[in-house]
């Protein structure tokens, strides 16, 4: 029989990843390392972004060398709580994935126990945890890390076409593919940068969105716009440029072919009373995946600031 180690309310077992556990939490699956800080001083949470789930070892052994016990979170429809028949990663709403996160820090604390909590997100996963701490404050929350929120699409014609169409298509097929978009980015992550990740998880060939996915994610993008009401210290962290999501671009491993950085530059100081910007030079979209160099510098930064939201 597979050994069960318990924790607050959840069965954890082995997990896909070494060093790792998990436990269902429907709609999500929630992650811990296995081996904690003997006395952690708080609870860092990662949430991934689209055509995405958590794999980045990493990222939780930065967070634990920083004092911090790790858990990650597979929203629903993606990763580990992908059900068979499902559309991964289709939501209707951003409040879905706003239940995901305030989901996932309760599951977290009843584990670890009364600790702060630091949240690091990353793209569509950041754009949701912003609106997550505007609209729903939790007073466990010390700090929020956003790594190269999804403000805004590097410029891509056809999904700016597609993006306009999806108001009056989510409205009566909201889970209506209308946007296909490749994914050099992904591919590179692999032939390239090395990662190893499930790619039936996280598609090199791109993960096709629906309108209702598109639409949600358009209207949260024009909130955080219109300015946010984030109550406790956000890390706003980006790479220096966008540029374009193609094999042939000279700069495809250092710079972010995903995310419109000046948009993210805008809306950064409209999040809340206590924001700090942050530019990682030669960063791509998902920092914590970047070459060394400014991987280190992306960990320095959230080290900083953990110190500085913990004292």
């Not at 607050?8 to 811990?32: C, H, K, N």
């Not at 990493?58 to 499902?86: I, N, P, Q, T």
């Not at 300015?227 to 220096?240: E, F, N, Q, Y």
Request: proline share 8%; charged share 20%.
């Amino acid at each position: 029989m597979e050994p069960v180690s318990r924790g607050g309310a959840l069965e954890w077992r082995p997990d896909i990843l070494p060093g790792f556990e998990q436990a269902s939490l429907p709609p999500v699956t929630m992650i811990r390392r296995a081996s904690q800080p003997a006395i952690p001083r708080a609870i860092a949470i990662h949430i991934h972004g689209y055509n995405d789930y958590f794999f980045q070892s990493h990222l939780a052994d930065a967070f634990a060398e920083m004092g911090c016990a790790f858990y990650a979170v597979d929203m629903r429809r993606a990763g580990r709580s992908l059900k068979e028949g499902e559309k991964p990663h289709h939501i209707a709403d951003i409040s879905e994935l706003v239940e995901d996160i305030d989901m996932a820090v309760a599951a977290a604390r009843a584990d670890a126990g009364d600790l702060p909590v630091i949240v690091h997100a990353h793209s569509t996963g950041a754009l949701a945890a912003a609106i997550w701490a505007s609209d729903a404050p939790n007073p466990h929350v010390a700090g929020l890390v956003l790594n190269s929120p999804f403000f805004g699409l590097a410029p891509r014609p056809f999904l700016a076409l597609a993006l306009a169409a999806t108001p009056a298509i989510s409205r009566f097929h909201a889970a209506q593919v209308v946007a296909r978009p490749p994914s050099p980015y992904t591919v590179a992550l692999v032939e390239r940068g090395g990662w190893d990740f499930d790619p039936a998880w996280k598609k090199p060939g791109g993960e096709p969105a629906t309108a209702g996915w598109l639409s949600a994610t358009r209207a949260a993008q024009r909130r955080a716009a219109r300015g946010l009401s984030i109550d406790v210290p956000v890390l706003v962290a980006h790479s220096d440029s966008t540029g374009r999501d193609r094999v042939d671009n000279p700069r495809h491993q250092s710079q972010d072919v995903v995310v419109d950085v000046e948009l993210t530059r805008a809306y950064a100081a409209g999040l809340g009373t206590d924001v700090k910007a942050v530019v990682i030079e030669g960063s791509i979209h998902d920092l914590s995946l970047s070459a060394p160099e400014p991987r280190e510098r992306f960990f320095s930064e959230m080290a900083a600031f953990v110190d500085t939201v913990l004292e």
